[in-house]
């Protein structure tokens, strides 16, 4: 195996105009890693993987994939690596297979294997009995998996997938996982994924939480949600103005009123919660104790939930009239 | 360059486009309309002791060239249209030289347009135009050779373009002048002076000079200058494409 990382990036930096959308992002992926790239709409993701696949030219920093110099020799680059994007990027007109077989032949695949990758692809994410049908007729989720499969044709070393599971609803994207999973599993492939799902988050081995183009933690899920610590414990009481006072008298707590009861932030919330019962005078209806999630981990970084941006309605409904036409 | 993968790319712009009937119906009957309703309807104001031959032969070669100016150009609106659905990101991010990819769109329009010029040059025959069957199957590599030119221009424009529009816009405001000042509907002996010049300046002129003389006789300039114009003009054009397609970014 090739002793160099599979991704490389120091001091990576793009500026549009003005506007610096990554500012001297630096990481490491190994060989057979899921890598995650966490963070809001806006944050630097897509550029950062625009210039990974050679798609858009760095304004400064170094960038190594598979060995190979990004912007030295990007028809190496090209080879080594497959892409999912964010939007569809298939040619609904032609056929899934036919979508396959451009892709192999522009990729190089050996006539002889064509044939053979084709359908190991299509089996793989379950469209074989599709494969003569046009994409135009396939449903969401469909598209997103031939369009894995077609990044498998041509076997990459590193797959980069740019919001794999956006607007799939729950059980296809539990099944693209699955996918997922199973090719770093079976195939030792590095994938390398952006994303604004904390639950997405929680499938990489490692993740960057990444703001204003600047990454601000890096570590595994755990030991990010570790670093944030508390537990995060919700009590029902039919006197919550009297458990407040208990609260901030005896533990010095603030804890929120919310829908679920009042909320606030323990180390160990279960020990915590056997001695708020047995100590507090005040009757408890219910108790809740959850642990940190990559949500809290993002608040306690960024002092800011991930919202939920909606800036492709415009293109969407473009396309929606082109297609009328 | 690998010519296997430009013939893969030319042959999903072929599919697609015999695989869209209505379109396909509407593409091959539209220079028919033109014989009819121009080459009959105009015949008996035009004079035929100017040229040696009738309107209607006299129009066809020009129809001809006109639907290879027509389709070869918009032909490149599939680079908008890939561009909007995606499928542009997956070309560029392919290991494959630019270049490549423009030859093969330029292939993929002469290819459509020629089907479009062998409907025009079977049909003319049955609606009396005498056109010489050996003839116009030299004509065939000068139209192929200028619709790559044309689809080149094409290219040129689409890889600026960010929308319909926009596209739409700009190949109606450059296909116009280049079709009037053609020579496709009037010979061009005894012109006035301004527009003989602007039509010396056009290279469809000589794209249509060199169609209509192989085809029925009738012609202008010698053909070796109408042949050296119209490749010159592809080598032209087609080296614009590849560097305008080449500074594009998805």
Same mark, same amino acid.
């Given at each position: 195996?090739? #002793?160099? #990382? ?50 858009? /030219? ?15 020799? #990007? ?88 919001? #794999? ?57 755990? /030991? ?23 609260? /901030? ?38 108790? /809740? ?37 | ?49 100017? &040229? ?12 001809? &060239? ?8 918009? +032909? ?41 010029? +062998? ?23 000068? @139209? ?95 080296? @614009? ?10």
């Amino acid at each position: 195996m090739n #002793p160099s #990382p599979a991704i490389e990036v120091r001091d990576l930096s793009k500026r549009f105009g003005d506007v610096e959308a990554v500012r001297g992002v630096s990481f490491t992926v190994q060989e057979g890693e899921i890598f995650g790239f966490l963070g809001p709409n806006g944050a630097g993701k897509t550029t950062t993987i625009k210039m990974l696949c050679t798609l858009l /030219a760095p304004t400064s920093g170094v960038l190594r994939l598979a060995g190979f110099d990004v912007t030295k020799s #990007p028809d190496d680059v090209r080879r080594a690596i497959g892409v999912i994007f964010q939007d569809p990027s298939l040619d609904d007109r032609l056929t899934a297979e036919e979508n396959l077989l451009l892709h192999a032949v522009v990729y190089g695949v050996p006539r002889a294997e064509r044939r053979a990758r084709l359908d190991e692809a299509l089996a793989f994410v379950d469209l074989a009995d599709r494969k003569k049908d046009l994409v135009r007729t396939f449903s969401g989720g469909m598209k997103r998996r031939l369009e894995i499969a077609r990044g498998l044709v041509h076997r990459p070393r590193v797959l980069f997938l740019d919001e #794999p599971t956006t607007g799939l609803d729950p059980q296809t994207r539990k099944a693209t996982w699955e996918v997922l999973r199973g090719l770093r599993d079976r195939n030792g492939m590095t994938l390398f994924l952006t994303t604004h799902y904390m639950d997405e988050a929680e499938h990489c081995d490692r993740i960057a939480v990444i703001d204003h183009g600047r990454i601000v933690a890096e570590d595994s899920p755990e /030991a990010l949600k570790r670093a944030v610590g508390k537990d995060v414990v919700f009590v029902r009481t039919n006197e919550p103005a009297a458990l407040c006072d208990v609260l /901030a008298e005896r533990y010095g707590l603030t804890p929120d009123r919310t829908e679920e009861g009042l909320c606030f932030r323990v180390e160990d919330g279960e020990a915590f919660v056997v001695r708020l019962v047995s100590e507090a005078r005040v009757a408890v209806t219910g108790i /809740a104790v959850r642990r940190p999630t990559l949500d809290d981990v993002f608040l306690a970084l960024t002092g800011r939930q991930i919202r939920n941006g909606n800036g492709d309605a415009g293109r969407d409904r473009m396309r929606a009239m082109a297609r009328r036409r | 360059m690998r010519a296997e993968v430009v013939y893969h790319l030319a042959r999903r712009d072929v599919v697609k486009f015999l695989r869209d009937r209505q379109n396909l119906v509407a593409t091959l009957v539209r220079p028919l309309l033109w014989i009819l309703a121009v080459g009959f309807g105009l015949r008996r104001a035009f004079d035929p002791g100017a &040229t040696g031959v009738d309107f209607v032969s006299f129009l066809v070669p020009g129809v001809a &060239t006109m639907a290879v100016l027509f389709s070869s150009m918009f +032909s490149a609106i599939s680079i908008v249209w890939d561009r909007e659905f995606g499928f542009l990101k997956e070309l560029l991010v392919a290991p494959v030289p630019r270049a490549t990819l423009v030859l093969a769109k330029m292939i993929s329009a002469s290819v459509t347009s020629l089907l479009e010029v +062998s409907v025009v040059l079977l049909v003319a025959p049955l609606l009396g135009a005498r056109i010489d069957p050996l003839g116009a199957l030299f004509a065939i590599p000068v @139209l192929v050779a200028f619709g790559m030119a044309v689809s080149a221009l094409g290219i040129t424009v689409a890889s600026r373009m960010k929308t319909f529009e926009g596209f739409g816009g700009i190949v109606n405001f450059l296909i116009q002048p280049i079709f009037f000042f053609s020579g496709a509907l009037y010979p061009l002996d005894g012109l006035p002076p301004a527009l003989a010049v602007v039509v010396r300046l056009n290279p469809m002129s000589y794209a249509v000079d060199a169609t209509r003389g192989l085809c029925v006789g009738v012609h202008h300039f010698p053909i070796l200058l109408d042949a050296g114009v119209v490749l010159g003009t592809l080598a032209l054009v087609g080296a @614009l494409a590849v560097r305008s397609f080449s500074r594009m970014q998805a």
